[in-house]
């Protein structure tokens, strides 16, 4: 597929067309930030009011952009993610829309050795691989706050700075993105947290019936969070979607995975997920705390094994656990760090 260098543009304008639009719903609404939200499901519906006993009345499609003007705690739940937006013409429920902004980045003036990492700071972006034999095709789309490796500066066909990005997952597979679309993450965000503390005094409780994750520095609670574990089934992965229990420790983690295949959308669906932020593993199979892009639905068991977490709440554990993440790295081009980590129970 060739891509002419208008169509870049307008790929590059994609995210920031639906934010062009502004009902009028009063001084109250017009003079409060916007909120958007991002479709990440194949369709969602819109309710009359926040309950989905009320008559549908519209959908909105996959990474459709909505704006959100008012957050409601619907009396009628669901009880465990009672949370719903009133959008144009109705209310949704919060359970697959992604929250999301539009900021744009000055490109770096060169790249880290062994590569930066950096943020998806747009709805979402498209990225092309380039040969001389097809030229330009889209490879994947890449979501907000999911997380990259930029490991070379080019000129994009638009003429202007695109990131080189690397798959963690397979080292030639390079792929390039506007420049303007990540935020390059500072040492500083992912320094370690309560380094201090004696590693064997840190240890993370999960309880799959409260869909809940406390972590512990010796008795005292540091953390408390909601979290999505693996849809029931009769076996734990590989088999099933399960989350195993049972006392286990992270083994490895790394600021940004690609999950599943190397090839298709990158839509979640399609089984490919590359830039997953976050993951912290801790089982065999690859059963892993990770930052979610995909629902919005905590509070009840929605992966195929995994521990979803907000993005937010698995970086401060992926912070906070070990083994440790070194700020300087020792070895710029290791992309993960390994070693007998922090104790997880799950029950």
Known sequence: MNISRRDFLKIGLLGLTSLAFRPPFGRREEHSPRLVGRVAISEIAVYAEPTSESAIIGKRYRDQLVTIYEEIQSPHGPAYNPLWYRVWGGYVHSAYLQRVTTRLNEPLPGLAEGGQLCEITVPYTEAYTYDRYNGWQHRYRLYYET????????TGPDGQPWYV??????????YAVPAIHLRAIRDEEITPLSPDVPPHEKRIH????RQELTAFEGNTVVCKTRISSG??????IPEGTRTPRG???IYVKSPSKHMGALQASGAPGSYTLPGVPWTSFFAEYGVAFHGTFWHNNFGVPMSHGCINMTNADAKWLFRWVTPVWEVPPEDPTRWDRRGLGTTVIVE
């Open 165 to 174: 990005l690397t798959s963690e997952l397979d080292r030639y597979l390079n």
């Open 206 to 209: 999960v309880s799959i019936a």
């Open 231 to 236: 849809l029931p089934s009769k076996d734990p």
């Open 247 to 249: 006392q286990f420790n």
């Open 147 to 154: 997380t990259h490796w930029a490991t070379g500066l080019i």
